[in-house]
């Protein structure tokens, strides 16, 4: 295929990598990783553990600093960027483990998503409420009294304050009871096809990606194996790439 030119990829994809390389220390993590997540597209990152996926979104959201390759940003190479410069320019992330602060009430924990705002907006905008009702009802309870899915959707919520144009999520399905995961779900098609919002989910849960996703990328030993669109994703890929 022809390569399009870098005028059509400001237009076409909020996040471009190419040839990304990371190690820790010794231990190469990364080779020459590619992908691309077109603007207003919910994009699936999947593979076994210990792949690679969590070091990847660490890279691209700037906790870690790769060796070699460039990660553009809506058009912008932001391989060099802080991550608090590349959170101020539209990222934001969902961390595995949803890491809440358990001490601090529900509405408190939004509020953190605050700082990440480019217009130093002091509102949580209300539609994270519409999107997750349960976070008004339970405003003035601690974070460690919710359980895992209302959790979840509070780790969201707490990135949509800063109303990013590309989000990140690691495993947001992980331990999470069913009607939950579904308005997640829910809530991830409406942001891409309602307000152009772009998304980059690390996800393991297969029925989940081929119901929401748009396309995926497989990582195996730190490198991309295979891609598609989701319809694409068969069972012999599933067998071959992910099963244990």
């Known amino acids: 295929t022809t390569r399009r030119s870098s005028r059509l990829i400001l237009?076409?994809?909020?996040?471009?990598?190419?040839?990304?390389?990371?190690?820790?220390?010794?231990?190469?993590?990364?080779?020459?990783?590619?992908?691309?997540?077109?603007?207003?597209?919910?994009?699936?990152l999947m593979g076994r553990n210990g792949v690679g996926k969590t070091t990847l979104i660490r890279n691209i959201v700037g906790l870690e600093k790769p060796s070699n390759g460039s990660i553009t940003f809506a058009g912008v190479n932001v391989a060099n960027q802080p991550a608090h410069a590349r959170i101020r320019g539209g990222m934001a992330l969902v961390p595995q483990g949803r890491m809440i602060f358990p001490k601090l009430t529900v509405t408190e924990n939004l509020r953190v998503g605050l700082a990440g705002r480019p217009d130093g907006g002091r509102t949580v905008p209300g539609e994270v409420f519409e999107l997750f009702p349960v976070l008004k009802e339970m405003g003035q309870r601690r974070g460690g009294d919710l359980s895992g899915g209302q959790q979840q959707q509070l780790a969201i919520g707490r990135a949509l304050v800063g109303e990013p144009r590309l989000l990140l999520l690691d495993e947001p399905t992980e331990g999470i009871q069913p009607n939950i995961i579904q308005e997640i779900g829910r809530v991830l098609k409406y942001l891409t096809t309602e307000k152009d919002m772009t998304i980059l989910l690390v996800e393991q849960y297969v029925d989940f990606i081929k119901e929401f996703g748009d396309r995926y990328y497989i990582m195996n030993r730190g490198r991309v194996v295979a891609n598609g669109d989701t319809p694409q994703l068969s069972e012999a890929i599933v067998r071959q790439h992910l099963s244990v």
């Open 11 to 44: 237009v076409d994809e909020m996040l471009n990598i190419r040839d990304i390389q990371f190690a820790y220390g010794s231990v190469q993590v990364l080779h020459d990783v590619s992908l691309e997540v077109p603007k207003g597209r919910v994009v699936c």
